[in-house]
C-alpha cells in the first residue's frame, strides 16, 4: 500500500466525487488494513444517507487508515469521514488506530467525524480532527453510538454544531461504553442538549477516565462542560 493523494474525486461521478465503499444495502464485510497510510483529499457530494470513505462497515474491520482534509457532504443520516455506519450482526465491527481530518456535514442526523453512526462496534486508539455539522446526533468522533460499542483510548478536537444532541466526542449515546477518552472540539447546540464530551446519554452507559476541554455554547437547553443531559 501507499499513501493516496486524491483531489481529482471532486470531478467523479457528475461532481458527486468518491462513490462509498459498501451502502445501505450491500455492506463492507472484509477486513481493510491501512498499514499506516493515508488517504488525502477525499470528496464526497451526494444528498444520500450512508456517506464516507465506508459506507457501511458491517462485521468488518477497518485498521491503521488515515483520511486528512476530507470534504464530506451526505444527506439525512449517517454520514462519517471514516464511515457513515459501523454496525454487527454476529460479530462486532473494529475500527482500529484510524483518524480523519478535515469537513463532514450532513442534512440530518447521526453525523461524525469519524463515524455517523456506531451499533455494537469496538472504536479503539481513533481521532477526528473535524469540522462536523448536521441536525440531531453530530459528534466530533461519532454521531450515534449504541448497544454496546465501545470507544476506547480516542479523542476529538475541531468543531461540532447542530440542534438536537451535539457532543465533542459523541452526539449521544444509548447502552454505550466509553473510556479514556477526551475532547477538545468546541461545541455549538441550537436547541437541545449539548455538551464538550457527549451531547446526551439515553440509558444504561458506562463513562470512564474521560474528559473534555472545548467552549460549549449556543442558545439551546441542557448544556454542560462534559454532559449535556443523562437519562439513566
Known sequence: ?????????CSWDNGQGWSPIGNGSIKFTGYYDGQGHIISGLYINRNESYQGFFGWVKEGEVHDLGLVDVD???????????????????????????????????????VGGLIGWDFRCQVTNCYADCEVSGSESIGGLIGLTTNNTYVRRSFSKGSVSGSIDIGGLIGSEYQA???????????????NYGGGLIGHLYYNNSINNCYALGHVSGDGQNKGGLIGANDY
Not at 482500529?96 to 478535515?102: D, I, L, P, S, V
Open 177 to 191: 461504553y466509553t473510556s479514556d477518552s477526551y475532547s477538545m472540539a468546541e461545541v455549538f447546540c441550537g436547541e
Open 72 to 110: 464530506i457532504t451526505g444527506g439525512n443520516a449517517r454520514v462519517g469521514g471514516l464511515a457513515g455506519a459501523a454496525s454487527y450482526n454476529f460479530n462486532d465491527a473494529i475500527i482500529y488506530g484510524c483518524f480523519a481530518t478535515g469537513t463532514v456535514s450532513g442534512t440530518g442526523q447521526q
Open 1 to 9: 500500500l501507499n499513501d493516496i493523494d486524491s483531489p481529482e474525486t
